[in-house]
């Protein structure tokens, strides 16, 4: 098991967006009078600092209100939703499937390839602006192709967005498409078939939407083909699933990374096969929070997953409507647990090897990380 030093810290709060007296959401504050000691300050500057990955996030998830609402004027569609305000108010979930269903409604104003294009180069300076160097982002081509957008039109207008960044912004970033688990594998394999055409766009498949109740194994037969088309594949599983969800990622679908993953620590055996295997987990502490995956950031899984060793990864998942980008996960997770500059470094670290990045990219980035404290 690998040391991490973890604590109740009080000081960290000062960092956050809240005000001093408020709680960052999901978070409790600590009494100054009884919290541990906390590590060094520079330990949230650097993790904010360094050059990082971010392997889960969904870009969707990326539409803030103000980009929603003037999608929507551009294309004459009227938002269920008076104002930007009135949109965010809503932004309280009690599940997953609470948030997807806003989710889904906030998608119906992406219609043209330009739509797309301002998504993705919005969410790129975002990211960008966090020190995020690389990006591994899901779409979801059945939420619009069911409404009738082409599969080209979406692809078309993200990888434009995605040249567009590495111009202006040098960013890199891949696509990875993913399958709507709520739908059946037959709908799953009409996709694959529209994206066949595409397929020099997309670097991989994943798996994602509502988790209770559609095991990884319901779609073994679409993920073996992805895996034929020699494409990666990974896979949403132990969000609000079991953990033998994860079992099945690995086994019947081959996943390389899981996302999310957190419900591993409920499994002794599964957690110790993710540490010995080294399996990447795309964590989103914002996002279980918000879901209530977890009542409040302090009882999140994070630090059991650090000690055990697993390859821990920090991602904001959907941070328009879970509160946060990259840099406010790495704040809320710092407020709760005082990481040490080590660990965060070991987080950074992991988020770069477990990319789809090349191995001279890596490099690179690699060795900007080591010397940034």
């Known amino acids: 098991m690998l040391r991490i030093a973890v604590s109740s810290c009080y000081n960290c709060l000062g960092h956050l967006h809240a005000g001093p007296n408020e709680p ?49 004027r551009r294309n004459g569609i009227t938002l ?66 069911a409404r009738g957008v082409p599969m080209g039109t979406v692809i078309e207008g993200l990888i434009a967005g995605i040249k567009e960044g590495r111009l202006r912004l040098g960013i890199s970033a891949k696509l990875i498409l993913c399958f709507l688990r709520h739908l059946s594998e037959g709908e799953a394999f009409d996709t694959l078939t529209e994206a066949e ?77 993710l540490v ?16 209530c995956v977890y009542p409040d950031m302090r009882t999140h899984s994070l630090p059991q997953l650090l000690a055990a060793g697993a390859m821990v990864t920090i991602n904001s998942d959907d941070p328009a409507y879970f509160g946060g980008y990259m840099n406010d996960n790495i704040r809320a997770v710092q407020a709760a647990f005082c990481l040490d500059e080590q660990t965060w470094r070991r987080v950074g670290r992991n988020s770069i090897e477990a990319s789809w990045a090349s191995t001279e990219e890596k490099a690179v980035w690699l060795a900007q990380l080591d010397p940034v404290g």
């Open 24 to 72: 960052y959401p999901g978070q409790q504050l600590t009494n100054p009078e009884t919290a541990m000691p906390s590590a060094a300050p520079s330990a949230l500057e650097f993790a904010c600092r360094m050059p990082k990955a971010e392997l889960h996030v969904h870009i969707e998830g990326t539409l803030e209100p103000q980009l929603a609402f003037a999608l929507a």
């Open 80 to 145: 269920p939703y008076a104002d930007e305000d009135a949109l965010r108010a809503a932004y309280h979930f009690a599940d997953l499937q609470s948030f997807l269903d806003l989710y889904y409604s906030c998608a119906s104003v992406l219609r043209t390839a330009d739509d797309f294009t301002d998504l993705m180069l919005a969410y790129l300076k975002r990211a960008k602006a966090d020190q995020v160097v690389h990006t591994e982002i899901f779409f979801d081509p059945q939420t619009h192709t």
């Open 197 to 273: 055409p595409f397929l020099d766009y997309i670097d991989g498949f994943g798996l994602d939407s509502s988790e209770r109740g559609h095991p990884p194994k319901k779609f073994a037969s679409v993920f073996e083909k992805c895996r034929a088309l020699g494409k990666p594949v990974v896979a949403h599983a132990g969000e609000e699933g079991p953990p033998c969800y994860i079992t099945e990622a690995l086994d019947i679908l081959k996943a390389c990374r899981i996302d999310h993953g957190v419900r591993a620590v409920e499994d002794s055996a599964l957690l110790e096969r």
């Open 276 to 291: 010995r295997e080294q399996v990447p987990l795309t964590v989103c502490p914002l996002s279980n929070v918000r879901l």
